[in-house]
Every structure is written in structure tokens, then in C-alpha cells.
T-cell receptor
């Protein structure tokens, strides 16, 4: 069965520091991979997605993620974190046969210290 | 465009009461789905629909009913609410085809069952 694991439930970084949020998935074929962000009190918004091609994908707000097939990973990175990045981040996987159905990870809450 | 609209935003129920969470989208999306969000568990799929008249169960369907009489609307019914259904509910929609896994979410409905 498909699954998504985000090993870090809560991460705290200082403003200006780099960020990496981990995501590992379980799926037999090449999946469609996503990172969503949920700012406090808001709904989920798409940060970036990977469907095929270049495994390094860039998203909004300076975020990027790298698909590493051999490691079943899709980690999210940002070179310099801003206080406004404080939010909950969700990794998700979908498949071509399950359109409209995503499997989400547990989420990682990011706190940014001034 | 309004996107995905959910009502109500907040609701408090007593155990055993019934209610319907409304979801409407104006993007002519064929696929619609309902997720519940619980702390530490990410988002879990309740029910989904690939078109009017077609629905299927997701990961956690027990206690919930859905129907899809029109493309635009996808209500979620709780027939006899239980405290375990206290959660935040998100409706989502997406198009058919290669972009079908990119979900547009509603703002959420926070339900408390006493």
C-alpha cells in the first residue's frame, strides 16, 4: 500500500538559516509527489509538485524539492528561511490511477526563531 | 472565481445528531474529495467522486455518506455524529487528466462533537 512518512513532526530553525524537511514514500511505480503548506488558520496551498523529468523542482516562495528515486525521498529545501514560512508542511503522493486521491504524510510543523 | 467553497466553517454537534457539510466548486472540476485533518495524522481521505453520480470510499469512510448529483456539489453527511468525528474537514477538487492530482482545497470546516 502507498504511504508517506514525514519523520520530523516539529522543526525549529532560526530566521535566515537553511531548511530541509524530509519526506519518504512507499509506492511501486514512479509517483506524483507534492508538497503542500498550511499557514495558521488557512487551507492547504500547493508549494510544488513533481510529475516527471528534472528531479529538482522549484516551487513558490523560494522552495525546492528533489526527487531521489533510489531513496524513495522527496525532501523540501529552502536556502534561507523567513519568519513568514512558519506553517505546517505536508508531503503527499498520488498515482496516475488514483486521480484526485492523495496520500498525505503526517505533517511537519515549522517554527521560525527570530 | 470562488474556487472551492465549504460551509459551515464551524459547527458544534451533540453525539447522535446529524448534519451535512456542504462543498461547492465553480471550476468545472470532475474530481472531488473529502479529507479529514487530525493532529499528527495529516489528511486522510474519506470519500471521493470522479464525476456526477459516481462516488467511492477512501481510507476512513465509516460514519460518513456522500452523493454527487451535480458536477458542482459534493456534500458530506454525518448520520449520527460521534466524538471521534471531531476534526477539521477539507473538500478538494481537481481536473481530469495529467493535472488531476493537483488539488484545490476549500477553507475547511471545523466540527466539534460533544
Amino acid at each position: 500500500a502507498q504511504s508517506v512518512t514525514q519523520p520530523d513532526i516539529h522543526i525549529t530553525v532560526s530566521e535566515g538559516a537553511s531548511l530541509e524537511l524530509r519526506c519518504n514514500y512507499s509506492y511501486g511505480a514512479t509517483p506524483y509527489l507534492f508538497w503542500y503548506v498550511q499557514y495558521p488558520g488557512q487551507h492547504l496551498q500547493l508549494l510544488l509538485k513533481y510529475f516527471s523529468g528534472d528531479p529538482l523542482v522549484k516551487g513558490i516562495k523560494g522552495f525546492e524539492a528533489e526527487f531521489i528515486k533510489s531513496k524513495f525521498s522527496f525532501n523540501l529545501r529552502k536556502p534561507s528561511v523567513h519568519w513568514s514560512d512558519a506553517a505546517e508542511y505536508f508531503c503527499a503522493v498520488g498515482t496516475s490511477s488514483n486521480t484526485g486521491k492523495l496520500i498525505f504524510g503526517q505533517g511537519t510543523t515549522l517554527q521560525v526563531k527570530p | 472565481n470562488a474556487g472551492v467553497t465549504q460551509t459551515p466553517k464551524f459547527q458544534v454537534l451533540k453525539t447522535g445528531q446529524s448534519m451535512t457539510l456542504q462543498c461547492a466548486q465553480d471550476m468545472n472540476h470532475e474530481y472531488m474529495s473529502w479529507y479529514r485533518q487530525d493532529p499528527g495524522m495529516g489528511l486522510r481521505l474519506i470519500h471521493y467522486s470522479v464525476g456526477a453520480g459516481i462516488t467511492d470510499q477512501g481510507e476512513v469512510p465509516n460514519g460518513y455518506n456522500v452523493s454527487r448529483s451535480t458536477t458542482e456539489d459534493f456534500p458530506l453527511r454525518l448520520l449520527s455524529a460521534a466524538p471521534s468525528q471531531t476534526s477539521v474537514y477539507f473538500c478538494a477538487s481537481t481536473i481530469r487528466g495529467i493535472g488531476a492530482n493537483v488539488l484545490t482545497f476549500g477553507a475547511g470546516s471545523r466540527l466539534t462533537v460533544l
